[in-house]
């Protein structure tokens, strides 16, 4: 039995005085007024991937920063305790991130809901939202004002802080940068348990050290996020290859040569019918003619390749969208026939992947095992990983997407947390390759032994990627100091200084088992 935190400030005394005793001391629920000791914490033990599962010794669900930076200023001046701290948004970690085992796991969802948008025509508009809301909920919000954030995720049922805390990519990255590219000011609460805004030009060590940085360095409370005009209707479009080499030159006409005209530029590995079938769950387009020309026949096994891009209504403009669509595909070399294209609401084109959850729910594919494997490689590097990863999965069944798409270096700053692979010099064209393997483990014929290989794929691949292509984890996961040290490179030594600043007793995010408390 766990328990769930309602604090005051007399109270938290009496519930660090608790957290001094053996636990069994609290094994069924207790009322000290209004500090409540109630609850479970099976929601807080087990994340998305289904991997880790960690058992904290409470939950806390705030109802403010102020209930934070309490909690954390209470944990760090008291002696006794060895208690460690974990944000938890929406709970789509992967390997336990925001687990903390026997620690304490703040929900970030029970923060009041706020989401307060401003309209200016000179300095652009912008939202101030709180680091527990889902993306989702800040897009339906922001339609109603004609507005919208510039860069997402694929999937938006995400908290906001928890994006901010990793990078946050999509098909818009090459075009806006990742999230934290998009931000103009942050509220976060330190390890030390002090509540600080800070943007580039306030406190901008921390500003930028939250930004992507894993939670290590606080967690975000509130972050103001720069806003655009939203488009009513959006183009969708697939084109298919069978030359990768092709695939990826029509991947870089789209993202540099045609970033003005296009707004969202993806790509994905087809590696069977099956495959092929599945990528269409959201696309809304007949898939009566792509199957039979691209499989014949049941047993092929021919891999090919689809870029997915997509450019957003601008009719007020004169712009007609199958004309500029038209302009563009005829510079493109994919397979003949094979350009799907489809008109579809904004809303719905951004929160497609929900279309494809609905789906796996009731196959019973979603609520299972994921041992995803997310990377940046650097473009002179994709080739050969590509080859790495195709050779390393073939001896296994492989079920979900296989992402590769090209995003640009320049629109990162290089003073957030986040790293993507050195440079390797004039001949990348400033692109680097975001590739996520998103495996589905199926519960009814992948045992754990199966699934042991799965991971073991995963490790094979991130070895030789990061020691021969130089290729760094997105959403890493190491267990280790050195792997750590090797992850960030040039950055680890700005990464320790942060951390001995801002979180001294290493209290925040023990799941990313990058520091041990002190």
């Known amino acids: 039995m766990g328990f769930t935190l309602f604090s005051t400030?007399?109270?938290?005394?009496?519930f660090l005085l608790v957290l001094s005793s053996p636990c069994e001391f609290i094994q069924s629920p207790m009322d000290f007024g209004p500090l409540k000791l109630t609850g479970t914490t099976d929601t807080a033990s087990l994340d998305f991937g289904r991997m880790s599962f960690r058992a904290p010794f409470a939950l806390f669900r705030p109802q403010s920063a102020e209930d934070i930076a309490l909690l954390l200023s209470?944990?760090?001046?008291?002696?006794?305790s060895k208690l460690t701290v974990a944000a938890k948004g929406a709970g789509h970690s992967i390997n336990g991130q925001a687990q903390a085992l026997n620690g304490i796991v703040?929900?970030?969802?029970?923060?009041?809901?706020?989401?307060?948008?401003?309209?200016?025509?000179?300095?652009?508009?912008?939202v101030d939202v709180s680091g527990g809301t889902l993306w989702i909920e800040l897009l339906e919000k922001t339609l109603k004002e004609g507005l919208a954030p510039r860069?997402?995720?694929?999937?938006?049922?995400?908290?906001?802080?928890?994006?901010?805390?990793?990078?946050?990519?999509?098909?818009?990255?090459?075009?806006?940068?990742?999230?934290?590219?998009?931000?103009?000011?942050?509220?976060?609460?330190?390890?030390?348990?002090?509540?600080?805004?800070?943007?580039?030009?306030?406190?901008?060590?921390?500003?930028?050290?939250?930004?992507?940085g894993l939670g290590q360095f606080g967690i975000i409370t509130k972050a103001r996020i720069l806003l655009q005009e939203s488009p009513k209707n959006v183009k969708w479009v697939r084109t298919f290859y069978e030359d990768f080499d092709q695939f990826i030159k029509d991947q870089e006409f789209l993202v540099v040569s045609m970033d003005s005209k296009v707004d969202y530029v993806e790509g994905f590995i087809v590696l069977n019918k099956?495959?092929?079938?599945?990528?269409?769950?959201?696309?809304?387009?007949?898939?009566?003619?792509?199957?039979?020309?691209?499989?014949?026949?049941?047993t092929s096994s021919k891999v090919y390749y689809c870029i997915e891009f997509a450019i957003y209504d601008q009719s007020h403009k004169g712009v007609k969208l199958d004309q500029v669509v038209k302009?563009?595909?005829?510079?493109?070399?994919?397979?003949?026939?094979?350009?799907?294209?489809?008109?579809?609401?904004?809303?719905?084109?951004?929160?497609?992947?929900?279309?494809?959850?609905?789906?796996?729910?009731?196959?019973?594919?979603?609520?299972?095992?994921?041992?995803?494997?997310?990377?940046?490689?650097?473009?002179?590097?994709?080739?050969?990983?590509?080859?790495?990863?195709?050779?390393?999965?073939?001896?296994?069944?492989?079920?979900?997407?296989?992402?590769i798409y090209p995003i640009k270096r320049d629109k990162w700053n290089s003073n957030a947390s986040a790293v993507l692979p050195e440079s390797g010099g004039k001949d990348e064209k400033n692109l680097v390759y975001a590739v996520g393997m998103l495996r589905s483990a199926n519960p009814n014929t992948c045992t754990k032994k199966c699934l042991n290989e799965f991971l073991q794929q995963n490790l094979h691949i991130t070895t030789k990627a990061t020691t021969d292509l130089g290729g760094k984890q997105y959403l890493p996961h190491y267990t280790?100091?050195?792997?750590?040290?090797?992850?960030?490179?040039?950055?680890?030594?700005?990464f320790l200084e942060r951390k001995s600043e801002f979180d001294p007793l290493h209290l925040?995010?023990?799941?990313?088992s990058i520091f041990k408390r002190t």
């Open 151 to 212: 860069s997402w995720t694929d999937y938006l049922y995400l908290s906001v802080g928890g994006t901010l805390s990793n990078a946050g990519i999509s098909g818009q990255t090459f075009k806006y940068g990742p999230q934290i590219s998009n931000v103009l000011q942050l509220d976060v609460v330190t390890g030390t348990g002090k509540l600080v805004t800070c943007s580039p030009s306030k406190s901008s060590e921390l500003f930028y050290a939250a930004l992507g």
């Open 327 to 403: 302009e563009i595909s005829k510079e493109m070399k994919y397979l003949p026939t094979q350009l799907y294209s489809v008109g579809v609401p904004y809303l719905d084109f951004l929160n497609r992947v929900k279309v494809e959850e609905v789906n796996l729910r009731k196959v019973g594919m979603w609520d299972v095992t994921h041992p995803w494997l997310n990377m940046f490689v650097s473009f002179n590097g994709i080739t050969q990983f590509k080859d790495l990863l195709l050779e390393t999965i073939s001896s296994s069944p492989f079920q979900g997407p296989i992402l």
């Open 274 to 298: 099956e495959s092929l079938q599945s990528s269409f769950t959201a696309f809304p387009a007949n898939l009566g003619t792509i199957v039979p020309q691209l499989y014949q026949n049941e």
């Open 106 to 126: 703040v929900e970030m969802d029970s923060l009041p809901p706020s989401i307060k948008i401003y309209k200016d025509e000179e300095k652009g508009s912008y």
């Open 480 to 494: 280790d100091e050195e792997q750590w040290k090797q992850h960030f490179g040039g950055k680890w030594e700005r």
């Open 508 to 512: 925040l995010a023990p799941g990313q």
């Open 74 to 80: 209470f944990i760090y001046t008291s002696s006794f």
């Open 9 to 14: 400030r007399i109270n938290f005394l009496i």
